[in-house]
């Protein structure tokens, strides 16, 4: 194992760092500032777009700093799964970064889909528009009637019609559902009720203004609506979409998002990573800084001992997720699901330790949003249950690592 970044991810590596450091921590208080104020109201369709951040994307496009997580030179820059992590990890430093670099969520699991998955149509329909930056998608998967944690309990259907598919259901906490160029989004759904569990489901490409599709609310996560991108809740009253907007097969629902998840929790991994990086940095100068009964924050209570505590968890964290991106590179997806579960419970944990504790350090502002430091804490939360909570990865953990012992025993 060799997790030294290559010659051309610290290429990458040292551009993207002078790019944020010169244009996006600068506007980033700004940009948030405006978000929230978007956020005052839960009305998607008054959400606008940044002019800040859409100047920022087209920099960033110039400067080839574009689609960097796609391993495809001609599409993208060519990067391997490991090549990539340092770069989400710098990313998630600033909560508008990913974007800016259209390295943002669901659209990085959207576009791998139909990168690997889709057909020549549907590339040219919707993974180009993607890759320009022209539109943006949403992924349906979660449910409110089911234990979503358990995604065999999907209901909402995928019925075959003639030359057309039929998808009926309710979704919510669809990422990106609010944004203003939202176009399209990839529906799962149950295709076949009597197949293996594993086999019941497709995933199918919606235009997000099909009759009866029907987006009937934005949520909240911790008061927040989180604009531009929005995480709402949509209903599919009798949709119908060509059966051409199918991607592979009824029945590989599953087999697709297993494609899908492995790289995408690197990213959302490494990111975590980042931004406890830097809930550490604002937690040390800010303690460096105040001082209270006579001495400065760092050296009262146990700071010392928290901060060496949270130093050893973000390289311990951030080992863990490099090994893992290295295990998904040279062996697969599938050689590595021990260590993509470990990883999805271990970042999002660490990263809610660093920032707690940064907030601890600022007192009443840490809570406000005059720093990043609340939004973090929501999506620190907020990760141990995307893509799966904490228990179902502990779970697959334990599977494994006890299917290890049935085979010496036999």
């Known amino acids: 194992m060799n997790f030294q970044p290559s010659e051309r991810s610290q290429h990458y590596l040292k551009q993207l760092c002078e790019f944020m450091r ?6 980033e208080q700004e940009v948030m500032a405006f978000h929230h104020q978007h956020n005052r109201h839960g009305d998607w369709q008054r959400w606008e777009l940044n002019p800040k951040v859409e100047a920022l994307k087209k920099q960033a496009r110039d400067a080839g700093l574009w689609n960097l997580f796609l391993p495809d030179a001609e599409l993208g820059q060519g990067l391997s799964t490991l090549e990539y992590a340092p770069l989400a990890e710098q990313m998630g430093r600033s909560v508008i970064a990913s974007e800016i670099f259209n390295c943002n969520a669901p659209d990085t699991g959207n576009m791998e889909v139909l990168y690997h998955f889709g057909s020549a149509a549907q590339q040219q329909q919707w993974l180009t528009p993607l890759l320009q930056g022209d539109i943006r998608s949403v992924f349906f998967m979660t449910e409110p009637q089911v234990a979503s944690s358990d995604a065999t309990n999907m ?8 030359d057309e598919l039929v998808l009926n259901g309710r979704k919510w906490w669809s990422t990106g559902l609010g944004h203003p160029k939202a176009k399209v989004g990839i529906f799962m759904g149950l295709s076949d009720p009597d197949a293996n569990k594993h086999e019941r489901h497709a995933m199918v490409l919606v235009e997000l203004d099909r009759p009866g599709v029907s987006i009937q609310r934005m949520l909240t996560a911790y008061g927040d609506y989180d604009a531009p991108y929005g995480h709402g809740e949509v209903v599919f009253d009798q949709v119908r979409v060509p059966k051409h907007n199918l991607i592979v097969g009824m029945g590989k629902g599953f087999a697709i998002a297993q494609g899908r998840l492995g790289p995408g929790r690197i990213h959302h991994c ?3 990573i980042g931004a406890a990086e830097r809930a550490l940095e604002l937690g040390i100068k800010r303690a460096s800084a105040r001082r209270a009964f006579g001495h400065t924050l760092t050296e009262l209570g146990a700071n010392k001992t928290r901060i060496a505590e949270i130093r050893m968890a973000i390289d311990q964290a951030r080992l863990l997720t490099l090994n893992a991106a290295w295990k998904i590179d040279v062996q697969g997806v599938k050689q590595a699901m021990t260590e993509i579960s470990a990883i999805k419970v271990i970042a999002p944990r660490v990263m809610e330790q660093a920032v707690d504790f940064a907030i601890q350090l600022h007192g009443g502002e840490g809570m406000s949003d005059d720093t990043p430091l609340a939004g973090m804490m929501a999506m620190a939360r907020a990760l141990r249950l995307a893509d799966g909570p904490d228990e179902v990865h502990q779970a697959m953990v334990a599977r ?9 025993t036999r």
Not at 22 to 27: A, I, L, S
């Open 155 to 162: 209901q909402a259907s995928i019925t075959d019609d003639g």
């Open 400 to 408: 494994l690592e006890l299917a290890k012992y049935k085979e010496k």
């Open 270 to 272: 490494m990111r975590a």
């Open 22 to 27: 010169q244009h996006v921590f600068p506007v």
